[in-house]
């Protein structure tokens, strides 16, 4: 017999869901990204946490400017954004990495099962007490956390994910950040579990992605949502640029 706090979740994923052929080269290709994620994700997992040393200050000596030369002005640059063959979604309803069977790390954020594909994480973090808040940012925006790899842009993933059910509590039982595939945001969970071989039919995918386009599907059987990680990549880098372009 299920808990109440199991049906608690279980309708929830339905409520996610109720609102809402790869050319072979490049199936090939996602297979290969996805084993070295495999890899590299294990790797992370069997490590300690890296110890960050920060490196002594150096007098460099103030030479006097040279003379510059005039120039004439360079055209405006224009940006483009470079779209992830990951963003893809095929004829048959599934994305570009669930063609086939795939790995997901699977982990929780207050009290909910959350699984994102392998092949399009970056690394794992853990949360630490030098998480510096910055002001005019959205209200899921925790802070910037440094790592070895740089400053990461940590997401609450609760407030983010499911704002009507956000409980403030889940501030201070984060320990961990998740990070996405090339870019500096990275997810806050509680918990990192192992990673689980998925396969396609497992999920029931969704059909209108307006609403929540982060929301993949669920894995019912885990009573687990599935996160489509490059996109909600895509909808954090948009947000960045519509937040550059107010501030000018």
């Not at 599934?94 to 994102?116: E, H, I, M, S, T």
């Amino acid at each position: 017999m299920s808990s109440p706090d199991q049906d608690a979740v279980q309708s929830y994923l339905d409520d996610l869901l109720a609102e809402s052929a790869t050319p072979v080269a490049l199936q090939d290709q996602v297979q290969f990204l996805e084993a070295i994620k495999r890899q590299q994700l294990q790797a992370l997992l069997d490590r300690p946490p890296p110890v960050v040393l920060e490196p002594a200050p150096v007098q460099v000596p103030v030479a006097a400017p040279p003379m510059a030369k005039p120039t004439e002005p360079e055209p405006p640059q224009v940006e483009v954004e470079a779209v992830s063959p990951l963003l893809q979604w095929c004829d048959n309803g599934r994305p570009v990495w669930a063609q086939q069977k795939f790995d997901a790390l699977l982990f929780r954020v207050a009290g909910l099962n959350l699984a994102v594909p392998l092949i399009a994480l970056g690394q794992i973090h853990r949360l630490t007490d030098e998480l510096t808040p910055i002001f005019g940012q959205a209200d899921w925006f925790m802070g910037l956390q440094p790592t070895s790899a740089g400053r990461i842009r940590v997401v609450n993933t609760a407030l983010f994910v499911m704002p009507e059910r956000y409980d403030p509590a889940f501030v201070q039982s984060a320990r961990y950040v998740v990070t996405i595939d090339g870019l500096d945001w990275g997810l806050a969970v509680d918990q990192v579990e192992q990673p689980a071989r998925l396969s396609p039919e497992d999920v029931t995918w969704r059909s209108e992605r307006g609403k929540r386009p982060w929301l993949a599907g669920t894995v019912k059987t885990a009573m687990c949502a599935l996160l489509d990680l490059p996109q909600m990549g895509r909808i954090l880098q948009s947000h960045d640029r519509k937040r550059a372009g107010t501030a000018r």
